[in-house]
Nanobody
Framework: QVQLVESGGGLVQAGGSLRLSCAAS????????MGWFRQAPGREREFAAA????????YYAESVKGRFTISRDNAKNTVYLQMNSLKPEDTAIYYC???????????????????WGQGTQVTVSS
């Protein structure tokens, strides 16, 4: 088990940037794949990005590819989501999640993740 706490959300104008952080408790952080999901009002939770245990491999949803960057610092037990060129449609609650085991076929599925943070609100104004 790992406890996750997100931070860094806020209000930003379209075209701006935000950096989300997700701090994890425990000494086993490096054993987990990490992902970021988001949920807009009235919509289902959707995958945004994921990163392998070492950080060597990253995966992105098409809607954020080229604008968002996921990274991790295993020494600090933290995963990040750098969001650039933000659009109003990026407005959502952003959640980080941890999974002990993932494949390229399952990483976009929220049910594959074992632990979730409480979420942080990102609002992009037009």
């Amino acid at each position: 088990q790992v406890q996750l706490v997100e931070s860094g959300g806020g209000l930003v104008q379209a075209g701006g940037s935000l950096r989300l952080s997700c701090a994890a408790s425990g000494r086993t952080f490096s054993r987990y794949y990490m992902g970021w999901f988001r949920q807009a009002p009235g919509r289902e939770r959707e995958f945004a990005a994921a990163i392998s245990r070492s950080g060597a491999t990253t995966y992105y949803a098409e809607s954020v590819k080229g604008r968002f960057t996921i990274s991790r610092d295993n020494a600090k037990n933290t995963v990040y989501l750098q969001m650039n060129s933000l659009k109003p449609e990026d407005t959502a609650i952003y959640y980080c999640a941890a999974a002990f085991s993932l494949t390229t076929a399952t990483m976009k599925k929220s049910e594959e993740y074992d632990n979730w943070g409480q979420g942080t609100q990102v609002t992009v104004s037009s």
